[in-house]
């Protein structure tokens, strides 16, 4: 069975950095990409990039890339994504999704960010 | 970047009804679209991929249609687990574009 299993919910202060991760299971990892996808509470779904396990290249949208990293490590079938400076507008939900199909998700990684 | 829009942005509908939604891309995306249902604190689920294909384990109330520019979401059937918002996602050209959602309620 394909899962995406995210990392837990994050609480921190704006100016600290945070990486998040998406591990998947029950499929061949370096075969299909991973995106991240943003959803600010009440908002729509904003997709942040991707990363293709297969040679690590990456495509970020241009409103995201200034502000974060995608990166993987194939040797744990895990995906990240990371900022080195978090601001309170970065609050949202992060999820992984699988593919350039989106057909498998992540359950979500909540991140506050709060003085 | 290629925009999307849907149509409506909410409706109130009732069990057993037909609900249509629309999406309309800025440029040719040919069918590079997919269809997906969010529930209330719960990731998206994909319903419809390549624009009419149903996602397997989806009930066949589901259907999806069009190609180029204008798709459209049809639940033929209106159940009471179908209560929930709607996203459209163009995967043809990066950025890779969600429309703004339809959030489907109860009448």
């Known amino acids: 069975e394909v899962q995406l299993v995210q990392s837990g919910a994050e609480v921190k202060k704006p100016g600290e950095s945070l990486r998040i991760s998406c591990q998947g299971f029950?499929?061949?990892?370096?075969?299909?990409?991973i995106n991240w996808v943003r959803q600010v509470p009440g908002k729509g779904l904003e997709w942040m990039g991707t990363?293709?396990?297969?040679?690590?290249?990456?495509k970020y949208n241009p409103s995201f890339q200034a502000h974060v990293t995608i990166s993987d490590d194939k040797s744990i079938s895990t995906a990240y994504l990371q900022w080195t400076s978090l601001k309170a507008s970065d609050t949202a939900i992060y999820y992984c999704?699988?593919?350039?199909?989106?057909?498998?998700w992540g359950q979500g990684t909540p991140v506050t960010v709060s003085s | 970047d290629i925009q999307m829009t849907q149509s409506p942005s909410s409706l109130s509908a009732s069990v057993g009804d037909r609900v249509t939604i629309t999406c309309r891309a800025s440029q040719d995306i040919r069918k590079d679209l997919g269809w997906f249902q969010q529930k209330p604190g719960r990731a998206p689920k994909r319903l419809i991929y390549?624009?009419?294909h149903l996602q397997s384990g989806v009930p066949s109330r589901f259907s999806g249609s069009g190609s180029g520019t204008e798709f459209t979401l049809t639940i033929n059937g209106l159940q009471p687990e179908d209560f929930a918002t709607y996203y459209c996602?163009?995967?043809?050209?990066?950025?890779?574009?969600f429309g703004p959602g339809t959030k489907v309620d109860i009448k």
């Open positions: 990363i293709d396990p297969a040679d690590s290249n990456v």
């Open positions: 999704a699988r593919y350039f199909t989106f057909d498998y």
């Open positions: 996602l163009q995967h043809n050209s990066p950025p890779f574009t």
């Open positions: 390549t624009a009419s």
């Open positions: 029950g499929y061949r990892f370096s075969n299909y990409w």
